[in-house]
């Protein structure tokens, strides 16, 4: 609106310095009022609500007046596609800062039979932070993207492979989905490691053995539809799995205690969102295995 503006007010001025008049440029522009008008005018027609009337033998006139259809026919189109991009581009989710790696008996959910307790899981954290916004169907996929060494002639290769996560009963699944997603809700997205994890980084990530690789990866993908809008939303995360300290923490994320009494918002635990449950005799993070 400011360029329309300013482009309005440039026209203005050529089209009364153009104007046929006896009148000098100067007296022209003393006439606050019309020259306020004729730029109002040509504003309108910047928009495409309105269109200027040159002078019949005015060249000048008529270039200005063809410059402001021109404009008032792009605009519309050109701040529909703004509006459209800004749409498309809802990002509502929040993740949590890092992940973190804790072992299996630390999850939201009672350990399968057969499952180690002592083999570490990945969780990675989000919430819709949208209050005006409600989304639904949202689904969860993990895939690992990792370098090697081709073993045809030695030129470096990037795989990729779809990882398992679990699902709200422990169950290894290829996806996790959520019917719906409360606002500010935090989920969680479990991947399990399926070896125990002592320190970072991760030298195995189910049964792929990550020693030999190269600008290993971790890609936590969303996916979800949104009411009303009926639009699709998508989002993804991606986890380094050579620079721990940014991506990665040894420890049980510290969980938010939901309380259906009160807003989201003041539920006991935002504080420390991004923090990780501590041991209380000294004050250090819980270890992650035992």
């Known amino acids: 609106m400011a360029g329309l503006s300013g482009l309005a007010a440039a026209i203005a001025v050529l089209w009364t310095l153009s104007e046929t ?35 019949d033998d005015s060249l000048a006139q008529s270039l200005l007046a063809t410059l402001a259809s021109v404009t008032g026919a792009l605009a519309p189109a050109v701040l529909l596609g703004i509006v459209l991009i800004k749409l498309f581009a809802l990002r509502p989710f929040v ?10 008996s630390t999850g939201d959910f009672p350990l399968p039979e057969g499952a180690r307790g002592d083999h570490a899981v990945i969780a990675v954290r989000f919430y819709n932070h949208f209050d005006n916004l409600s989304v639904v169907d949202l689904r969860a996929r993990v895939h690992l993207r990792y370098l090697e060494t081709s073993p045809y002639d030695g030129s470096r290769v990037i795989y990729k492979k779809w990882l398992e996560v679990l699902d709200e009963k422990g169950q290894r699944a290829e996806e996790r989905s959520w019917l719906a997603v409360e606002r500010g809700a935090p989920f969680t997205v479990w991947i399990p490691v399926d070896a125990p994890v002592g320190e970072l980084p991760l030298r195995s990530l189910q049964g792929k053995d990550l020693t030999a690789s190269e600008d290993a990866k971790l890609m936590v993908r969303l996916t979800a539809r949104t009411v009303g809008l009926g639009s699709e939303v998508a989002d993804e995360r991606w986890f380094d799995l050579d620079v721990v300290e940014d991506h990665f923490e040894l420890g049980r994320f510290v969980p938010l205690k939901a309380d259906p009494e009160r807003d989201v918002w003041r539920w006991d635990g935002w504080e420390q969102f991004d923090g990780l449950v501590v041991d209380d005799a000294d004050g250090t993070p819980a270890p992650p295995a035992t």
Do not use: M
Not at 28 to 53: H, I, P, Q
Not at 95 to 104: F, K
């Open 21 to 55: 008049s006896s009148l000098s440029a100067r007296d022209r522009f003393r006439d606050g009022e019309k020259l306020l008008n004729l730029a109002l005018e040509a504003l309108r027609a910047c928009v495409g609500t309105d269109n200027l009337s040159p002078d």
């Open 95 to 104: 993740w949590r800062r890092r992940a973190s790696v804790s072992p299996a």
